[in-house]
Structures are given as C-alpha cells and as structure tokens.
C-alpha cells in the first residue's frame, strides 16, 4: 500500500507548507475569530437592546448568513468587496483588495453570526441581579455591559467559544475555491505539481486532525477548569 | 456602480445547451436536495449506531464511538471530501482504485457519503446526549420489564431521546444541505457550483449568486417549517414542548 509512498515530496515541500500556507491559515483564524468576536458582541448587544428596530435587522443577519453554505458566502464577498470599495472611496473602478483582505472580510462577516449567538447566550446565562446591582451603584448601560456583564459573560462563554474557532480554523481551508494559498492550498498545489495527490493529502489531513485535536483537548481541560470554580 | 444589471439572464439560453440559466440553477437546485437527503440518511444511520454505542456500558463500543467521532470532527470536511475523492482510490488494491475511478456520478456518491460520515460525528453526540439526558429509571423499567438492551433502545430509550434532540437535528439537517456546497470542489455542479458557472459564462456575478441565495433561503424556509409541525406531532406528552 505505501510501496511507492514518497516522503520526500513532503520534506521538500514543508518550508512552503508552513511558511505560506499555515501562516495564512493560522493568520486568518485569529483576525477571523477577533473581529468575528467584536463584531457578534455588537450584534448581541443589538438583539438584547430592547429597541425592536434594532433588534430585527440583528436578528435578519444572523438568519440570514446561518441559512447560507459558507462557500456561496466566500463568492459573494470575493465579488462583492471590490464594488464596496469602490462605493467607499468614490474610485472610478472596483478596488482590487486582494485574497488575504476579502477572505478576512468573508470570515469576519460570515463567523459574526455564530459568535453572536454564543455572546447571547453567554450574556442571558448572567443573572437579573448583577445589572441590577450594577445601576444601583449608579453605573450607565454602557458601564455595566463593560464592567459586569460582557466579562462574565466571556468568561462563562470561553470553552464554546474556543470550539468555535476550531470550526472556523477547519472551515477556513474553504477559501481553496479561490486558489488561495492557506496550508490546504499550498498542499493541493504541491500535490498537482508533482503528482503526489495521495502524500500531501493524508499529510494535510494529518496536520488538521492533530490542531484540531489537541485544541479541544485543551478546551475540554479548560472546560473542567471552569467548572470547579463555578 | 458601473455594474451592468440585467435580470432577464434567467431566460436566455444557457451555454450548455440544457434551457435557460434558470434551468441550470434548478438542476443544481435538485442535486442540492439528492445529496443532501442521502448523506442525511448515511448521517443518521451511522450517527445513531455510533450514538447509541457511546452509551453502551462496553468499554470497546465506547471507545469505537469516541475515535468515530473525534475522526469526523477534527478534520475540515474539504479534506474529508478529498481523502474519499482523490485519496482512497489510490490505496485501494489497484483493480478496486480503478472501479472506484471509473464509477459514474462518482463526486455525487463522494459527496454524498463524505458528508454524510462528517455528519454522523454530531447526529452521534447530540444522540448520545439525548439519550444521556432520559431519566436513569427509563433504562431500569426497561430491564424490570424483561426487554433486553436491544429492546429497551428499540421500544424505550430511541423514541424518547429522538423527540427530545428533534430541534438541534433540524439545525444539522440544515447544515448537511449547507455543506453540499463544498462538493464544488471535487466538480458536483450543485445550486452553488451552477450559480459559479453561470457568473463564469455569463458575467452576471451578483443576479446568479442572488438567485442561489434566494434558493438557499427557500429550502431553509421549507425545511423548518416541515420541522415544526414534526415536532409538533411528535412532542412527548408531560414534557415542556408537549401537549
């Protein structure tokens, strides 16, 4: 079965692998799950702000980015990006933003909506009274959602959170249907160079398999160490 | 925006020969629904035998279950669907890789059980915790009753741990219809890769992926509200959702 196994295909290739690809890959996980957080906070906020306006165009953008597959949200955002730049700086043609912005961009958008739901939840899992005591000791809104709830919020929050981003760290090999080159990119490329399909896919999915497990492995630590606290 | 507009694509004739571009986006419409029924049925099947098998009291179905589930779930679903497509045929003894190769609609078949297999690791623990959530005494009437295992999962345990995990097994649903799109990288031309090929014959980026978009919504619209009365009809009596 690995007679004609070349290893070598693979040695040569991991200076590109991971310089390249992993950086990519890696880069984008962490922007995509910083500004997905901020930006899902925010809407969170909206949803539970009591202004019903608000409230429903938070709540039709969620829905909305949940009911689409994330590859027909990366086309959009691919296409859509270069008019809203366009539209934005009143240039005279669509701006070229480049790969790394408009996938960025994609994932911020696209992850905003599940981390949202989680802030929500994260944010109703704190009890009536801690608001409560909080503008009893005279705090504004603005105040006890920094202070008191957002912290504790997060705090509770941090275990699905952190499975979130491992989602996303794996959904973010889906910007290979725009020829990126994230660490799956760059191993499809070698692959198609040399002919070495089946080495650098089982690597690939070798390397996944191992960040992936040892990150929920740490998040079912934390999990634990959370729950004697509490 | 100097964006040509023209929504009467959907009526011209398609490159392909096949009708309009409306027609090509239907066709991938109903090999959206084809692939995303069949590897919901693979999900299901293969998540409640893993499911149930990390309840067993055996120590062997239990860890059986867990490596089935951290297998499927710490790997992107694109790898997953490249390992079947690209990968497995290779390792095969050389005339079965070749069978494999030459099989028609051969990206339908791999779709449809890569992400069918992707799914059973969820449909496998949300089982499992519904079936962790029952009541200790379900399980002991079952055996005062006489049932052996099989028959308590069969006749007291799975009905009752299906009707409670039945709202998150409509989100997976959901999701299975969703991850079809990624089989657009292994060349199944469902609603998301038609809507890619028409904005690639055509040039008209934002009415194609509109459409599908609009598609998209209408099935999510479609499932959930066939869901809702499901629910409805199979709420359990005595529960906070039953009658």
């Not at chain 2, 925006?1 to 009467?8: A, C, K, P, S, T």
Request: with cysteine; charged share 10%.
């Amino acid at each position: 079965m690995f007679s004609n196994f070349d290893f070598d295909v693979i040695i040569r290739a991991l200076p590109y692998l991971f310089y390249e690809g992993m950086s990519f890959t890696l880069m984008l996980t962490a922007l995509s799950a910083l500004g997905g957080l901020v930006f899902g906070t925010a809407i969170a906020l909206m949803r539970l702000s009591g202004y019903k306006t608000l409230g429903r165009i938070a709540g039709l953008y969620v829905d909305f980015m949940r009911s689409l597959p994330l590859v027909l949200v990366i086309f959009w955002f691919y296409f859509l990006v270069p008019y809203i730049g366009q539209w934005l700086t009143g240039a005279a043609r669509p701006i070229s933003v480049g790969a790394f912005a408009s996938s960025l961009i994609t994932f911020i958008m696209f992850e905003a909506a599940y981390f949202s739901e989680i802030m929500r939840a994260g944010i109703q899992s704190i009890s009536r009274g801690q608001p409560a005591a909080a503008s009893a000791l005279g705090l504004t809104y603005a105040q006890t959602m920094r202070y008191v709830v957002l912290p504790q919020a997060f705090r509770n929050m941090l275990p699905v959170l952190i499975t979130q981003t491992i989602v996303l760290f794996q959904d973010t090999s889906l910007v290979y249907v725009l020829s990126i080159t994230d660490f799956l990119g760059a191993a499809s490329k070698v692959a198609q160079r040399d002919g070495r399909l089946v080495e650098m896919y089982l690597f690939a999915a070798i390397v996944y398999f191992t960040i992936s497990c040892i990150a929920s492995f740490g998040v079912r630590r934390l999990q634990a160490r959370i729950a004697i606290i509490r | 925006m100097n964006y040509h507009w023209n929504w009467g694509i959907f009526f011209e004739p398609n490159p392909m020969g096949t009708g309009t571009y409306l027609d090509m986006l239907l066709s991938g419409l109903v090999l959206t629904l084809k692939t995303g029924v069949l590897a919901w049925i693979i999900a299901l099947i293969f998540g409640s035998i893993v499911g149930v098998m990390r309840t067993l009291p055996s120590k062997a179905a239990g860890w059986f279950g867990f490596c089935w589930v951290e297998f499927f779930r710490n790997m992107p679903l694109l790898v997953q669907l490249f390992l079947w497509f690209f990968v497995l045929p290779e390792l095969l003894p050389k005339s079965a890789g070749l069978w494999l190769k030459q099989l028609p609609n051969a990206p339908f078949w791999t779709a449809a059980i890569g992400i069918g297999f992707f799914m059973s690791a969820r449909v496998a623990v949300q089982l499992q915790a519904g079936i962790g959530s029952l009541p200790r005494g379900q399980k002991m009437a079952a055996t005062a009753l006489g049932l052996t295992t099989i028959q308590g999962y069969r006749y007291v345990l799975l009905p009752m741990a299906f009707r409670i995990i039945l709202p998150p097994l409509t989100s997976e649903f959901l999701n299975t219809i969703k991850n079809t799109a990624v089989a657009i990288t292994i060349g199944l031309l469902e609603l998301t890769g038609q809507a890619r090929s028409m904005q690639e014959f055509s040039f008209q980026v934002f009415e194609a992926f509109t459409a599908a978009t609009l598609l998209y919504l209408l099935v999510n619209a479609v499932v959930v509200t066939a869901m809702r009365f499901l629910e409805r009809y199979v709420a359990i009596p005595g529960y906070i959702t039953g009658k």
